[in-house]
Structure formats: structure tokens, C-alpha cells
């Protein structure tokens, strides 16, 4: 995994942080702990080539929980490719979305076997449902 973080990134309202992943994988904890406000959001974009794996063991927090229909200042953005969450715990109090194609990606969180998932947070379900598998492993 390489990662870098940018103040102010491209494409988001002066991001509180920016954390670019490539080859992106997890099997311990990671919590992306919200901005200050919906101006200054925490995002995390993949910029590889492969998708985001979120493995076995693995436990993400993405924002914290608001109450009130409210969701986060922290966002995961696809950037065209999906996430898979496979045995791992992922608890969405923010946003996820797919910025490439101007916006109208069509990336998504894929549940895969023996996850976990919790979900307070949008996804963006118009063009792109979070869709959930088992490969025969359930």
C-alpha cells in the first residue's frame, strides 16, 4: 500500500485531510475520524490501479455517528473501482462515493463473505447499490 496525505485536495471542499491509497489493503483497524465541518471533509481515495480490500480481521470506521439523519465529514471515494469487504467490519457514519466519470462512476462497496457491515452513512445507492456476494463461502 502507498499512501500520501494532501492538505486541500482536488475535487473536495478544502479537505481537513486527504489520504490517497494504492494497492490499498487492511487487516487491522482503521478509523477515518471526521473533519470539522462539511467545508473541511476527511476523505480517503483510491488512486491505484486495484480496488480497496478491506480483509479479514480488518475493522474501519469511517466518521462517527451523528444521530438525526446526519452523516460524517468522512468519505471514501472509489475513484472507479469497488471496495471489497471480505471478513472484516465496516461501519459507514459518513459517505462513500465514485468521483470518476464526472461524478456518475459506478463503483461500490461489494460485502463479500463473513463481513460485517453497518450503515448510518450514504452510499451512493442510485447508480451504484451496495451489493453483496458470498463466492460460495457462506
Known sequence: MTCSRIK???GYPRSASQVNGSDFQTYGLLTLNPGPDVNHITVLTNIGASQLYFNGGSR????VPLGGGQFSNAAVDLNGKNALVAGGLFV???FVVDSSN???GTA???????RAGERGGFSKM?????????????
Open 102 to 104: 464526472g461524478g456518475a
Open 108 to 114: 461500490t462497496i461489494v460485502a463479500d463473505f463473513g
Open 126 to 138: 442510485a447508480s451504484s447499490p451496495e451489493r453483496r456476494q458470498s463466492a460460495g463461502r457462506e
Open 60 to 63: 474501519t470506521f469511517l466518521g
Open 92 to 94: 459507514n457514519n459518513g
Open 8 to 10: 486541500g485536495a482536488v
